[in-house]
């Protein structure tokens, strides 16, 4: 666990501003931490939120979190030749279902054979810390002044500007991608038929298609002699 403990920390203030945004959609806190206990993603989890917000199907919140979680199958599978080689099934299914991008990085960085214990008391604190900071984030927009909650909403928006800035700036296919996937959302909103759709699952089939063209048309090359990624 003590691993975890500067994850904790920014998962808090992460998910502190995820809760701003929750509150003013108008999930309450019990739900919001029960959702984020479970679920420890912010852009799975904001989105959920949204489609909740909008009224929309349980079947396109589960598909919202299927796309934008889809790489934790990855790397869940990519654990499996980590764990002690005595380590029981329920042990990895259990230890998979608390990955996370950064459960995962210091699960790696593990010498050695790992038992499944590590990564499952990194997310018992980890994932403990990050519901209770989306819960504080709802209680607190209950009591800060409304021009403070508007200010604190935009947090995660620029958090989500950093993810996607950085590469951007390295990677000419990530630019058109990122730009691709804002005017697509835009077109699609306004276009015959696909506006019909509701916006959870122009996002879902936007996500997916975009991702899938991206992949064909521009693959990650690889070292033949290394087979790391150029």
């Known amino acids: 666990m003590r691993d975890a403990i500067p994850i904790g920390m920014g998962y808090y203030a992460v998910s502190f501003s995820l809760g701003i945004i929750a509150g003013t959609l108008g999930i309450p806190a019990l ?8 679920t420890r993603a912010s852009a799975g989890e904001y989105g959920a939120y949204t489609l909740i917000a909008a009224h929309a199907t349980c079947l396109e919140v589960i598909g919202m979190g299927i796309v ?11 654990l499996t030749q980590k764990f002690e080689r005595r380590t029981p099934l329920w042990k990895r299914m259990l230890a998979g279902c608390c990955m996370t991008d950064e459960v995962f990085g210091i699960s790696i960085a593990y010498p050695g054979r790992m038992p499944a214990s590590y990564p499952i008391g990194a997310t018992m604190l980890s ?3 990050w519901a209770a900071g989306t819960a504080s984030g709802i209680l607190a927009g209950d009591i800060l002044p409304a021009h403070v909650v508007s ?4 947090a995660l928006y620029g958090m989500f500007i950093a993810i996607i800035i950085p590469p951007a700036r390295k990677n000419r296919v990530v630019a ?4 691709a996937s804002f005017a697509l959302s ?13 916006g959870g ?9 975009i991702a899938a063209v991206a992949a064909f048309v521009k693959p990650i090359e690889q070292d033949p002699e290394t087979d790391e990624q150029l």
Do not use: D, H
Request: with cysteine; proline share 2%.
């Open 151 to 154: 200010a604190l909403s935009v």
């Open 31 to 38: 739900m919001g931490f029960t959702s984020s206990l479970f």
């Open 127 to 129: 994932g403990t810390m």
């Open 201 to 209: 699952m122009r996002t879902i089939l936007l996500t997916v298609m």
């Open 176 to 179: 058109v991608t990122v730009a």
């Open 68 to 78: 934008t979680n889809l790489r934790y199958l990855l790397m869940s599978t990519a």
């Open 186 to 198: 835009g077109l699609c909103s306004v276009a015959p038929w696909v506006s019909q759709l509701s």
